[in-house]
């Protein structure tokens, strides 16, 4: 295909990638946040670094056969963490071939030059919420994902905080119970623990529910019976959204947030989450400039991490 060179060329594309333990995702992004060509992979998380990163390569050649690549300026990436923005490196926990990964070189190397900007995936998230999701107009936000995994950002004074290696807003090892089962972090009792799917999923069981036969023990099911009044269902979403509550209250009571937006394939049950998260918000969140806080689902959805890593190649994040 060959492009007509009479149509406008877009204000700006860029390509974002979106590194996770399960999927590569890709896309080109115009410069209002719009995916205008889609391509993905999976994640061959268990295989060695080379072979991961031929997959990206797939998925970047994919982007690179459209005539709309002509019109890319940039390429950003959004990858699991922890990252090093500043070796431009990854160490993705589920993706044990990668460590120290030099990503940014090994895509810089596939795209003729192009600049790439690496971010993390929290920062990813934020970053898409803020420019077009629940946290657009919001000058400081946590956004979270809440999936088998518990993962956030922070936008403050209207800007994406990555920190100085990138990981900044990694909610989801906040501890909030000293004694509670160890983490695999190394810590006790941090929120993700409490509030990923699979612990929802665990804990419905240990107290009496059971997935109907032939069906997965998920939280996705978990929120089905809760939604049918199932009690063990029902306890085992109130106790997430109670350490969701109480790693939000203590983000705001640090840094001042007024909005807490929540992603993911668990924040997906809706009220079955929201309610009990929301009634136990004040119990936690009680000092007089936490108490207008509120929380809200994400708008990004799946989309969320090529989203984001647009705006950083677009140059939307802090300096
Ligand atoms: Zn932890």
């Given amino acids: 295909m060959t492009s007509t060179g009479t149509a ?9 990638l979106d590194i996770g333990g399960t999927k590569i995702a890709g896309a080109l992004v115009d410069d209002e946040g719009r995916i205008r060509l889609r391509a993905r992979r999976a994640t061959p998380a268990a295989e ?3 072979n991961v990163m031929a997959a990206v390569a797939e998925v970047l050649d994919d982007l690179r056969s459209s005539p709309l690549w002509a019109e890319v300026r940039g ?15 990854v160490s993705p926990v589920n993706i044990p071939g990668w460590r120290g990964y030099p990503l940014r070189e090994r895509v810089g190397e596939r795209v003729g030059g192009l600049p790439v900007e690496l971010i993390g995936d929290g920062a990813a998230i ?3 919420e803020h420019w077009v999701g629940a946290a657009r107009g919001s000058s400081d936000a946590l956004c979270m994902v809440v999936s088998t995994g518990v993962g956030g950002g922070l936008v403050l004074g209207g800007r994406v905080r990555q920190g100085s290696t ?3 807003g990694h909610i989801g090892h906040i501890s909030v119970d000293l004694d509670g089962d160890p983490c695999p972090c190394g810590a006790r009792g941090c ?9 929802i999923a665990r804990r419905a069981l240990e107290n009496g529910w059971r997935p109907d036969p032939g069906a ?8 089905a019976a809760a939604r049918a009044g199932h009690p063990a269902a029902v306890a085992s979403f109130a106790r997430a959204g109670r350490a969701l509550a109480a790693s939000i209250a203590a983000v705001a009571a640090l840094v001042e947030i007024e909005v807490a937006v929540i ?4 924040a997906g049950a809706g009220e079955v989450l929201f309610a009990p998260l929301r009634e136990a918000l004040p119990q936690y969140a009680t000092l007089s400039f936490t108490r207008g806080l509120r929380v809200v689902p994400a708008l990004t959805g799946p989309d969320a991490g090529l989203i984001g890593a647009a705006a950083a190649a677009l140059g939307r994040l802090e300096a």
């Fill in 263 to 266: 992603g993911g394939g668990v």
């Fill in 166 to 168: 990138g990981n900044a």
């Fill in 126 to 128: 934020a970053a898409a």
């Fill in 191 to 199: 929120v993700e623990g409490l509030a990923r799917g699979p612990a």
């Fill in 48 to 50: 060695d670094g080379g």
């Fill in 75 to 89: 390429v950003g990436i959004g990858s699991a963490g922890p990252v090093d923005r500043a070796a431009g490196a």
């Fill in 8 to 16: 406008p060329a877009p204000a700006g594309l860029v390509a974002a």
């Fill in 216 to 223: 997965d023990a998920s939280a996705v099911a978990v929120a």
